[in-house]
């Protein structure tokens, strides 16, 4: 028992540094997501033409290929024409990009929730489309859409371990670092799990108390999107 | 004396702390017709729901027949396929269509061919009227249509008792009388029937005792002449008149507006 | 002309790159229909099961979507060297099918849960017992139900298969970093063609699922 216990703790400094990895990458690749998925959720919903098939190119693209797949192409590809990049800020953009397309058909979907009579009230009132998407749909729907959303912050943080397959140092990769001077995997894949596990119900406790904190009677999406 | 169909002896039942029936007991003849009103959460609905024990009753007894129904020892069911039960919002399978919803209960149930079940399923559909919807789905039918494929289903499995826990009350004004001119016909036809409901018109025509259920007792059973027009207790009149009020200016609202 | 030669040399090894995906196909299928098998089981447990196998249904959910995929594989990968004797390829099945298994458990649960309570009794009314109302009532309707989420965890499946090349499997990944490995100044295009792969597969398998759901529904 206590030779378990020592050995946690020889090894969860390093697992710690791991998971504040994890954590630096998934913060960056959902902001990523954002700043992108947002104009794309737009350009799918409102745009007209050229400007709405690249948006739905991008996203089916993106959810149609491996996660991967994106980020080999970014880390060893992108190298083929001229464009270096680290491994960290390769992680991100791929991750980034990845959750991006996620992101946008979140944002679609709350958009497309919100009753048509909406949009008609605000332009009864002289709003621009504009206005009215900006001022009136928006702000409902960023509040429709933050169930779906916390679902892709749980699905980012795990999927950031997929970042070890270009060696960046993230808790996975730590892990197997470990296991690599200890030949003990199953102990250290046992903890890294359970590191995962303590994380993610700490998120979404958090989650669930910000959703409570600022939700409006009778607006509500059901969490359970499968 | 006609033969006992349905025996119910002093029923009770407890949702938490409130008790729901308090000793309920009513007894039901072959071919009678028996129109239970009475107002809302009385426990009408769990009435029916203990007799084929979709809900369990804490202590009375039922019997089908003079036979005991047991829980544990008797097979429920076989209980069940000798009562049909029609609800108020109809309970159609939403995957199957009309006539698949009257087979299915015979196939799966009674162990019937598959072709034999087709062609009662037909048989029973027809004498509900609706023949030339055997291959609709539920979201296909209007409510009075679904409400009768609901019937026939009840009905294919020869029942020796049909229970009907208010079977119009979810329908339009307008689809009502189909629904129950199919009852009536079941009653002519001699179906031992309990009805939950306040069609007082059904009542008075169909019914050959009325059950006024109040409180989770029976507080006045008698004839339809009796419970209309003389009844024994204020409560029962206070209560006829209400349902009477309730219906026509119902009704006369209708009319002012169209 | 260099970039013509590098060009060539990927353009050539693309029917070596196609073989690759017989294996993912294979994964793939194996692991959904593990994973609906399971899935569907901790769901039933999940909905009418008693309170110790509705727990251990709740609980395995819970932890098994906590994990990363990779996590899973080398876990199940180690216990398959070391303990049991499994090979990589049937880790690598049993991993996507436990990760893929939670998550359909939450499907089936959803959709049996969707089915009105209203169904169940009347079946019962009708002299059914649990067991047939469960199989030829609500069933048939929360599968049909299932199908757009289970279509979705399908393609995701396909595409975490891609994982099992970090066991050494030879899919269409792995066989994408030989030909990377072989020549240089060929990553870039031999992995676009590898996404181009997995997006026609991705787009196949959904729109057969759609066309299967178009099939089986029921007006509503
Ligand atoms: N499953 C249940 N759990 C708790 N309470 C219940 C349950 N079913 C019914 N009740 C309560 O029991 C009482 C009687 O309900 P019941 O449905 O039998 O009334 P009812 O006479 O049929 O009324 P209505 O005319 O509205 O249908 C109500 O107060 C109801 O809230
Ligand atoms: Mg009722």
Same mark, same amino acid.
């Given at each position: 028992?206590?030779?378990?216990?020592?050995?946690?703790?020889?090894?969860?400094?390093?697992?710690?540094?791991?998971?504040?990895?994890?954590?630096?990458?998934?913060?960056?690749?959902?902001?990523?997501?954002?700043?992108?998925?947002?104009?794309?959720?737009?350009?799918?919903?409102?745009?007209?033409?050229?400007?709405?098939?690249?948006?739905?190119?991008?996203?089916?693209?993106?959810?149609?290929?491996?996660?991967?797949?994106?980020?080999?192409?970014?880390?060893?590809?992108?190298?083929?024409?001229?464009?270096?990049?680290?491994?960290?800020?390769?992680?991100?953009?791929?991750?980034?990009?990845?959750?991006?397309?996620?992101?946008?058909?979140?944002?679609?979907?709350?958009?497309?929730?919100?009753?048509?009579?909406?949009?008609?009230?605000?332009?009864?009132?002289?709003?621009?489309?504009?206005?009215?998407?900006?001022?009136?749909?928006?702000?409902?729907?960023?509040?429709?859409?933050?169930?779906?959303?916390?679902?892709?912050?749980?699905?980012?943080?795990?999927?950031?371990?997929?970042?070890?397959?270009?060696?960046?140092?993230?808790?996975?990769?730590?892990?197997?670092?470990?296991?690599?001077?200890?030949?003990?995997?199953?102990?250290?894949?046992?903890?890294?799990?359970?590191?995962?596990?303590?994380?993610?119900?700490?998120?979404?406790?958090?989650?669930?108390?910000?959703?409570?904190?600022?939700?409006?009677?009778?607006?509500?999406?059901?969490?359970?999107?499968? | 004396?006609?033969?006992?169909?349905?025996?119910?002896?002093?029923?009770?039942?407890?949702?938490?702390?409130?008790?729901?029936?308090?000793?309920?007991?009513?007894?039901?003849?072959?071919?009678?017709?028996?129109?239970?009103?009475?107002?809302?959460?009385?426990?009408?609905?769990?009435?029916?729901?203990?007799?084929?024990?979709?809900?369990?009753?804490?202590?009375?007894?039922?019997?089908?027949?003079?036979?005991?129904?047991?829980?544990?020892?008797?097979?429920?069911?076989?209980?069940?396929?000798?009562?049909?039960?029609?609800?108020?919002?109809?309970?159609?399978?939403?995957?199957?269509?009309?006539?698949?919803?009257?087979?299915?209960?015979?196939?799966?149930?009674?162990?019937?061919?598959?072709?034999?079940?087709?062609?009662?399923?037909?048989?029973?559909?027809?004498?509900?009227?609706?023949?030339?919807?055997?291959?609709?789905?539920?979201?296909?039918?209007?409510?009075?249509?679904?409400?009768? @494929?609901?019937?026939?289903? *009840?009905? $294919?499995?020869?029942?020796? /008792?049909?229970?009907?826990? =208010?079977?119009?009350? +979810?329908? #339009?004004?307008?689809?009502?009388?189909?629904?129950?001119? @199919?009852?009536?016909?079941? *009653?002519? $036809?001699?179906?031992?029937? /309990?009805?939950?409901?306040? =069609?007082?018109?059904? +009542?008075? #025509?169909?019914?050959?005792?009325?059950?006024?259920?109040?409180?989770?007792?029976?507080?006045?059973?008698?004839?339809?002449?009796? /419970?209309?027009?003389?009844? =024994?207790?204020?409560?029962?009149?206070?209560?006829?008149?209400?349902?009477?009020?309730?219906?026509?200016?119902?009704?006369?609202?209708?009319?002012?507006?169209? | 002309?260099?970039?013509?030669?590098?060009?060539?040399?990927?353009?050539?090894?693309?029917?070596?790159?196609?073989?690759?995906?017989?294996?993912?196909?294979?994964?793939?299928?194996?692991?959904?229909?593990?994973?609906?098998?399971?899935?569907?089981?901790?769901?039933?447990?999940?909905?009418?099961?008693?309170?110790?196998?509705?727990?251990?249904?709740?609980?395995?959910?819970?932890?098994?979507?906590?994990?990363?995929?990779?996590?899973?594989?080398?876990?199940?990968?180690?216990?398959?060297?070391?303990?049991?004797?499994?090979?990589?390829?049937?880790?690598?099945?049993?991993?996507?099918?436990?990760?893929?298994?939670?998550?359909?458990?939450?499907?089936?649960?959803?959709?049996?849960?969707?089915?009105?309570?209203?169904?169940?009794?009347?079946?019962?009314?009708?002299?059914?017992?649990?067991?047939?109302?469960?199989?030829?009532?609500?069933?048939?309707?929360?599968?049909?139900?299932?199908?757009?989420?289970?279509?979705?965890?399908?393609?995701?499946?396909?595409?975490?298969?891609?994982?099992?090349?970090?066991?050494?499997?030879?899919?269409?990944?792995?066989?994408?970093?030989?030909?990377?490995?072989?020549?240089?100044?060929?990553?870039?295009?031999?992995?676009?063609?590898?996404?181009?792969?997995?997006?026609?597969?991705?787009?196949?398998?959904?729109?057969?699922?759609?066309?299967?759901?178009?099939?089986?529904?029921?007006?509503?």
């Amino acid at each position: 028992m206590m030779e378990h216990v020592n050995f946690l703790i020889s090894i969860l400094p390093e697992l710690w540094k791991g998971l504040l990895v994890s954590l630096e990458l998934s913060a960056g690749a959902l902001l990523l997501g954002l700043i992108i998925g947002l104009p794309v959720s737009l350009a799918r919903t409102y745009g007209k033409g050229i400007i709405k098939a690249i948006a739905v190119a991008y996203i089916e693209l993106i959810r149609g290929t491996p996660m991967v797949v994106q980020l080999v192409i970014i880390y060893f590809g992108l190298p083929d024409i001229g464009i270096v990049l680290d491994r960290i800020p390769a992680a991100i953009i791929a991750l980034g990009i990845n959750s991006s397309a996620y992101q946008a058909e979140y944002f679609r979907g709350a958009i497309l929730s919100i009753d048509s009579g909406q949009m008609m009230a605000a332009e009864a009132i002289g709003m621009s489309k504009r206005q009215a998407v900006l001022n009136i749909i928006l702000p409902q729907a960023l509040r429709l859409v933050l169930p779906p959303w916390s679902n892709e912050l749980v699905y980012m943080i795990k999927y950031t371990s997929v970042a070890f397959l270009i060696a960046v140092p993230e808790l996975m990769a730590r892990g197997k670092m470990i296991i690599s001077w200890t030949f003990k995997p199953l102990e250290v894949l046992f903890w890294v799990g359970v590191i995962y596990v303590i994380v993610l119900s700490l998120v979404a406790k958090i989650v669930d108390t910000i959703e409570a904190k600022i939700s409006i009677p009778g607006f509500q999406m059901s969490r359970e999107s499968f | 004396m006609a033969k006992q169909i349905l025996r119910i002896e002093n029923l009770r039942k407890k949702y938490g702390d409130t008790e729901v029936l308090k000793g309920v007991s009513l007894t039901v003849e072959e071919g009678e017709v028996v129109v239970i009103i009475g107002p809302s959460g009385t426990g009408k609905s769990t009435l029916l729901r203990c007799i084929n024990h979709l809900t369990t009753a804490d202590s009375g007894d039922i019997y089908l027949e003079n036979q005991k129904i047991e829980r544990g020892k008797t097979d429920l069911n076989k209980v069940r396929q000798q009562i049909g039960m029609v609800f108020q919002d109809f309970n159609l399978f939403n995957h199957l269509t009309a006539i698949q919803n009257v087979s299915i209960g015979l196939v799966k149930v009674k162990k019937m061919d598959k072709k034999k079940a087709m062609e009662k399923a037909y048989k029973e559909l027809a004498r509900v009227g609706l023949e030339d919807k055997i291959n609709h789905y539920p979201a296909e039918l209007s409510g009075g249509q679904k409400q009768r @494929v609901a019937i026939a289903r *009840a009905l $294919a499995m020869d029942p020796k /008792i049909m229970l009907f826990d =208010e079977p119009t009350s +979810a329908l #339009d004004p307008e689809l009502i009388g189909e629904v129950l001119a @199919v009852m009536k016909d079941l *009653a002519m $036809a001699g179906m031992t029937m /309990i009805v939950v409901s306040h =069609e007082l018109g059904f +009542a008075r #025509d169909a019914a050959d005792r009325i059950v006024f259920l109040e409180n989770g007792v029976v507080s006045e059973i008698g004839t339809p002449e009796k /419970i209309f027009y003389n009844p =024994e207790k204020q409560r029962t009149k206070e209560f006829i008149s209400k349902i009477t009020q309730l219906h026509t200016s119902g009704n006369n609202q209708e009319s002012a507006g169209l | 002309m260099g970039i013509n030669e590098h060009t060539w040399k990927v353009i050539s090894a693309i029917p070596y790159l196609l073989k690759g995906v017989g294996m993912t196909l294979k994964i793939t299928f194996l692991a959904l229909i593990f994973g609906a098998f399971f899935g569907l089981l901790l769901a039933l447990a999940r909905v009418y099961g008693g309170s110790i196998s509705r727990r251990f249904a709740i609980v395995y959910s819970r932890i098994i979507r906590s994990l990363p995929l990779l996590v899973i594989l080398f876990m199940l990968y180690y216990l398959a060297s070391e303990i049991l004797d499994l090979s990589p390829f049937l880790a690598v099945v049993l991993a996507l099918a436990v990760h893929t298994s939670a998550y359909q458990s939450e499907i089936f649960r959803g959709s049996i849960q969707s089915i009105s309570k209203g169904q169940m009794e009347a079946a019962l009314a009708l002299g059914m017992s649990k067991f047939q109302c469960v199989l030829y009532i609500i069933l048939p309707q929360a599968l049909r139900r299932a199908l757009p989420y289970w279509s979705n965890e399908a393609a995701i499946v396909l595409k975490d298969s891609a994982l099992a090349y970090v066991l050494g499997i030879a899919e269409l990944m792995r066989r994408g970093e030989y030909v990377v490995a072989r020549s240089s100044q060929s990553a870039l295009l031999t992995y676009l063609i590898i996404g181009i792969i997995y997006f026609i597969l991705t787009s196949v398998l959904t729109r057969s699922l759609l066309y299967a759901e178009k099939k089986l529904r029921i007006p509503c």
